[in-house]
């Protein structure tokens, strides 16, 4: 298997336009999570799907961010509009669930800079 | 819901010298406990893992972790610490009665002097 797979790996953009961020789950995997890292905040939940299915969304910072999963092999994360203090590294991981499956694999991450 | 905390922030090490990262995690049920290392510019990798049985394990380049249960502590170890060492190390904790949600700490840098 490739791992988990994001694109893009970078993206530059300017404040105020729109920026989907993707992931693609190791296949088979349940459990879909959405990170992001900064230095200040360090790594940061911002919501987690299982079974295609958001569980938890409270740490998406505000309704400028929003997640889906339309099927088991892909998610999105858009932010619209964009602001500088959005810039950070973005990362999706996939698990296979609780108990002896629960380990989490992460993508090489999205480095986002809001101009 | 759980949380994870990691006590040092930051800590600096000169090459051979012994490393103990502290963990303790809040949730009274039973938890898989994990660390995960993250090189510079790099994403997140598994080091180690803990789901039951022998409560000290090891993991790669060395590592070894500790969980006590009495202290909700599972705290990574090396013997002698490399150069190649230097990173940013995460704990995290999944509760098993609280579906698959994956908690991190928040890390700790470590720099390894050559």
């Known amino acids: 298997d490739a791992g988990v797979i994001q694109s893009p790996r970078h993206e530059v953009t300017e404040m105020g336009q729109e920026v989907t961020l993707r992931c693609k789950p190791i296949?088979?995997?349940?459990?879909l999570f959405w990170y992001r890292q900064t230095m200040m905040r360090g790594l940061e939940l911002l919501i987690y799907?299982?079974?295609?299915?958001?569980?938890?969304d409270s740490g998406m910072p505000e309704d400028r961010f929003s997640a889906k999963m339309p099927n088991a092999s892909f998610s999105t994360l858009k932010i619209q509009p964009s602001e500088p203090r959005d810039s950070a590294v973005y990362f999706c991981?996939?698990?296979?669930?609780?108990?002896?499956?629960?380990?989490?694999?992460f993508g090489q991450g999205t480095r986002l800079t809001v101009v | 819901a759980q949380s994870v905390s990691q006590h040092n922030h930051h800590v600096i090490l000169s090459e051979a010298a012994s490393l103990e990262l502290g963990c303790n995690y809040s949730?009274?049920?039973?938890?898989?406990l994990f660390w995960y290392v993250q090189y510079p510019g790099q994403h997140l990798q598994l080091l180690l893992k803990?789901?039951?049985?022998?409560?000290l394990v090891k993991g790669i380049k060395g590592f070894e972790a500790e969980f006590i249960k009495s202290k909700f502590s599972f705290n990574l170890r090396k013997p002698s610490v490399q150069w190649s060492d230097t990173a940013e190390y995460f704990c995290?904790?999944?509760?098993?009665?609280?579906?698959?949600?994956?908690?991190f700490g928040g890390g700790t840098r470590l720099m390894v002097k050559p």
């Open positions: 991981a996939s698990s296979l669930g609780g108990g002896v499956g629960a380990e989490a694999f």
């Open positions: 296949s088979g995997h349940n459990s």
């Open positions: 799907f299982n079974n295609n299915v958001p569980i938890d």
């Open positions: 949730y009274g049920g039973t938890v898989n």
């Open positions: 803990y789901f039951s049985g022998d409560p």
């Open positions: 995290a904790v999944n509760a098993r009665n609280a579906g698959n949600m994956l908690t």
